[in-house]
Antibody, heavy 122, light 107 residues
Framework: EVQLLESGGGLVQPGGSLRLSCAAS????????MSWVRQAPGKGLEWVST????????YNADSVKGRFTFSRDNSKSTLYLQMNNLRADDTAVYHC???????????????WGLGTLVTVSS | DIQITQSPSSVSASVGDRVTITCRAS??????LVWYQHQPGKAPKLLIY???TLQSGVPSRFSGSGSGTDFTLTISRLQPEDSATYYC?????????FGQGTRLEIK
């Protein structure tokens, strides 16, 4: 059974930093692109970032470019999202999501985690 | 960036009814359109990919159609457990973009 477990969320002041983690299990982690998708309170889903199989390439939303860094450790089946210079509009539940197979495509998210809440407030 | 316009923003229907949700893209996607179901307190769930292919385990009352810029999700024979917010997403290119969501209420 595929499981994605996010952690690291919490309350942080504007301008502060936070590192999210996502522990994956139940599939061959190194063969899947992975992504972060967030949902601000009362809002819809917003794609944040995607990382390739070995982590050599990342793709980021304009809203987080230069502030968020996405990385992965395939030996630990774990993702990391380093978030710097946080702003109030970064407040959201952050979900990690598994990219699909060759059939579904890597920009299709076939499994998601429950998410971790990040609140940016003074 | 590809913009996705999803409608309606909310819909209310009864058990057994059929509901249709539409998404329109600002440029052609071929068939690179995905549908998700998101229920409160649960992880989003993949329903349909490539515009019309049902994800394994998803009930056949869910169906998708369309290509290019116009896409439709149809839920037939509504069940109480279909109460959720539904999102479309374009999987054609980065940046990945979602529709605004459709909240489905079962009367």
């Amino acid at each position: 059974e595929v499981q994605l477990l996010e952690s690291g969320g919490g309350l942080v002041q504007p301008g502060g930093s936070l590192r999210l983690s996502c522990a994956a299990s139940g599939f061959t982690f190194s063969t899947s692109a992975m992504s972060w998708v967030r949902q601000a309170p009362g809002k819809g889903l917003e794609w944040v970032s995607t990382i390739s199989l070995r982590g050599e390439s990342t793709y980021n939303a304009d809203s987080v470019k230069g502030r968020f860094t996405f990385s992965r450790d395939n030996s630990k089946s774990t993702l990391y999202l380093q978030m710097n210079n946080l702003r109030a509009d970064d407040t959201a539940v952050y979900h990690c999501a598994k990219g699909g197979t060759a059939g579904t495509g890597w920009r299709t998210f076939d499994y998601w985690g429950l998410g971790t809440l990040v609140t940016v407030s003074s | 960036d590809i913009q996705i316009t999803q409608s309606p923003s909310s819909v209310s229907a009864s058990v057994g009814d059929r509901v249709t949700i539409t998404c329109r893209a600002s440029q052609g996607l071929s068939r690179s359109l995905v549908w998700y179901q998101h229920q409160p307190g649960k992880a989003p769930k993949l329903l349909i990919y490539a515009a019309s292919t049902l994800q394994s385990g998803v009930p056949s009352r869910f169906s998708g159609s369309g290509s290019g810029t116009d896409f439709t999700l149809t839920i037939s024979r509504l069940q109480p457990e279909d109460s959720a917010t539904y999102y479309c997403q374009q999987s054609n290119s980065f940046p990945i973009t979602f529709g605004q969501g459709t909240r489905l209420e079962i009367k």
